[in-house]
């Protein structure tokens, strides 16, 4: 399975991004599709995830009603929209897909990741 980001880039704080993630994994009622942040010098972080079979969202404390996370109708892709942000959202991005998680919020429960796109913040 190949997971695929994009969508990164610089903006002002306050602004807003939206990053896509392309998975050629299947569609089906144990997919999972996370997005997980990583700072310099700090570990990778929990930012969002979606369940394929009745869409369930969940996400950090951090981005809660800020980020909105999504899956396209019957695909493995989705999107994160980024709003309002902060210059400590800034950080490499990465999307991971999975099947059949017990914990979304956890890295380790992702088989597949992307290789990650930067989002940068200014002040």
């Known amino acids: 399975v190949q997971v695929i980001e994009s969508g990164g880039g610089l903006v002002q704080a306050g602004g807003s991004l939206r990053l896509s993630c392309t998975s050629s994994g299947r569609a089906d009622g144990n997919y999972v599709m996370g997005w997980f942040r990583q700072a310099p010098g700090k570990e990778r972080e929990f930012v969002a995830a979606?369940?394929?079979?009745?869409?369930?969202?969940f996400y950090a404390d951090s981005v809660k009603g800020r980020f909105t996370i999504s899956l396209e109708d019957g695909k493995s892709t989705g999107a994160l929209q980024m709003n309002t942000l902060k210059p400590e959202d800034t950080a490499v991005y990465y999307c991971?897909?999975?099947?059949?998680?017990?914990?979304?919020?956890?890295?380790?429960?992702?088989?597949?990741w992307g290789q990650g796109t930067q989002v940068t913040v200014s002040s």
């Open positions: 991971a897909a999975g099947y059949g998680l017990r914990f979304p919020n956890r890295p380790y429960e992702y088989n597949y």
């Open positions: 979606v369940t394929w079979k009745n869409g369930n969202t």
